[in-house]
C-alpha cells in the first residue's frame, strides 16, 4: 500500500503535512508527489503514472488544490480528502476566488477543508488625504462563507469545512519550521484530526470531531440576500415571451435548460480589462459559489439555471486564441474526468486516448473548465454561446 | 542538473534554520506568501497592487533582519534581483513599513525584534558561483538523481540539495553563520 499526498509544488508544506498527520507512524510507504501544472493532455501524461494516478484526475477537473491525500493498493484506489490554505485577507472575494477547488472536490463526496485566516491585518495607505499615512485595517471572514460551506456540506452530504488559520491581532502564526504551513495549534489541532479521521476513512456527517465544525459553520452562517451581490443581474424567466432563450432559438438548447422555468445570470463586469482577456480570477470561483447558494437546492439539483454574461467577450477570439478549444464529439461517459466510477471502469489506454483526443474540455484552460462546464449557459458578446456538457 | 527557484528557496531556509535563524517570511513559488510589503508611492485610489513587494525570503537573528531573494540559475534575472535588493533602502518609507510588519509577525510567533536591527542582504542561485561585493550569495546545487516532483519521504532533500554561502566578509560570515 502506498499513501500519496499529492501537492500544488509546494513540497515543504507536503512534508509538514505528512511530519504532523498518523502518516508518519505508518509502516507503509509514502509518497509527496507534485500535481501537474497546468490540465494539457501533455503535462498529464508526462507526469501521471498508471493506473495509480489517474484517480486524481476527477479530483483537478476543475481547479488544483493545494494538498490531496490518496491511498492506493492494488485493491483500493480512493483519494482521501482535499485541503485547500489561504494566507489572504478574508474578506469575501479572497476565498470565494478559491471555492471552484473546494466544489469539485466536495461534488465527489470527498471530505473537503479551507484553512482561513478568520481575522487578518494589512497595513493600508488613508485614502483623501493631503500627506496620507499607513493605516492597519483588520479583515474578518465573511459570514457568507460559512454559509456557503454549509450549504455544500448540505448539499454533498459531505463534510466539508472552514478551519481558522491561527493569528494574534491579525497577524498569522506560522510553523516555525515550514513557514508556509500554520502553526500547530488550535483549528490545525482540529484540522489534523480531520486528516486524521480521512486517513482512516472514518469521515461521517456524525463523528464527534466534524459534527462540532460542521455546527459552527453553521451558526456563524450569514444571511444571504442575492440582492447584495452586484455581480448578478438577478433571476429571470429563461424563456421570454418571443420563445427565445437570451436570444437563442430553443431548438438550439437541451431540454434541461428549457424546463427549468427561471435563470440566475451571473454578469461580472471585469471579464474583460486591459490586463487580460476574459478573467478568471475572482469569478471562476464565484460562479461555483453562486451554484451552490443561489441555483440548487439542498440535494444539489439546479433550480435555476446558472447563466454566465461574459461581458466584453467574444467567443471568436476565445476560439482563435485556443482559449476554448472545440469539444464536438467529446464523450462524457467515457471521460476520465468525470467521477470516480467512470475513471474507475476505464483502462489505462482508454484514458490515455481520451487525454489525446484534444477534445475534452477539462484539458482546456481554467476558463472552459469552469466557466464552460459549471455554468449551464454562457453568452458571449458576439451572439454565441457556450453550453455545459 | 539544475536546481528550481523552489529546491534554491527550500535550501537556504533550512539552512537558514540550522544556523540558528527564525523564518519570518517565506514565500518560495507555488506556496501562499506569507505577507507583502505594500508600496508607499502607489496611489492609495487604486485598488490593485501596484508595486507590492514579497521578498522571498526574511529571517531574523539577534540585531539583524535578513532579506534574501531566490532564482534558479537565469543570470539576468539574478542581476535584477541584486539592484531590486540595492534599492530596498532607498525607500524609508517602506523599511519602516517592513519593521512594522516584522514586529507584529514576531509578536504574533514569539520571537523576539528589536526595531534598531539591521537590515541585510543575501541572494540565492544555483548555476553560476557569480558574486557582487556587498550582497552575499547562497549557492544552491543538486545531485543529478535529485527528483522534486516526487518524493519518498524517508529521504532528505538536503542529501540532494547542497547550499554553500559565500560570505562579503567575514564578519558577513559570522553574522550569517554563527
Known sequence: MVYIIWHDSDYDLAFWVYKNSKLRNIPEEVLLKELPHDNTSEKLLASLEFPRDSIILPTIKYEHPDIIIQKYDESTNKILCVNEFMTHTPQWQHPAQRFSRIYGASKLKIPSALVVPKTKAKLEKEKKKKNPKYDEKSYVLSPVLYSLFDKTTTINQTPTLIFHWPDKNGYLKTDPEHPTAPKLVDDIKLWFDFVNLAIDDKITLTEPTMKKIIDRNKSAAGLIDIKNYKTIRGIVKTVDPACRVFGILKSQLPKKIIEREHSMVFEPSGLSPPTSYFRTDPYAGMLSAFDNLFCSDDSGSRKYNLVLRAKGVEMRRLRQTGTFIDKRNHDLSMCPFTDYHTVNKLSDDDIKQHLLSKNCPYTGTKQQRVYGEISDLILFDDGDFYLSD | ?178
Not at chain 2, 519518498?152 to 558577513?172: C, G, H, Q, R
Request: aromatic share 10%.
Open chain 2, 1 to 178: 542538473m539544475e536546481p528550481s527557484e523552489y529546491d534554491v528557496s527550500y535550501a537556504i531556509k533550512q539552512w537558514l534554520l540550522s544556523h540558528c535563524w527564525n523564518i519570518i517570511a517565506f514565500n518560495p513559488p507555488g506556496a501562499q506568501g506569507t505577507f507583502s510589503l505594500p508600496n508607499p508611492s502607489k496611489n492609495p485610489a487604486y485598488k490593485g497592487q501596484t508595486g507590492t513587494q514579497s521578498p522571498d525570503i526574511i529571517a531574523i537573528k539577534e540585531n539583524y533582519l535578513l532579506i534574501v531573494e531566490c532564482k534558479d540559475t537565469n543570470l539576468a534575472k539574478i542581476k535584477s534581483d541584486v539592484k531590486k535588493l540595492r534599492n530596498f533602502l532607498i525607500n524609508t518609507e517602506r523599511v519602516d513599513l517592513l519593521k512594522r510588519i516584522v514586529n507584529n509577525v514576531c509578536i504574533a510567533n514569539e520571537f523576539t525584534f528589536d526595531a534598531n536591527v539591521e537590515i541585510i542582504f543575501a541572494k540565492g542561485h544555483g548555476r553560476n558561483k557569480y558574486t557582487e561585493s556587498d550582497i552575499g550569495t547562497f549557492f544552491v546545487t543538486v545531485k543529478n538523481n535529485w527528483n522534486s516532483k516526487i518524493i519518498d519521504v524517508k529521504t532528505k532533500p538536503l542529501d540532494f540539495i547542497n547550499v554553500e554561502y559565500i560570505p562579503i566578509s567575514a564578519e558577513n560570515k559570522k553574522i550569517l553563520e554563527n
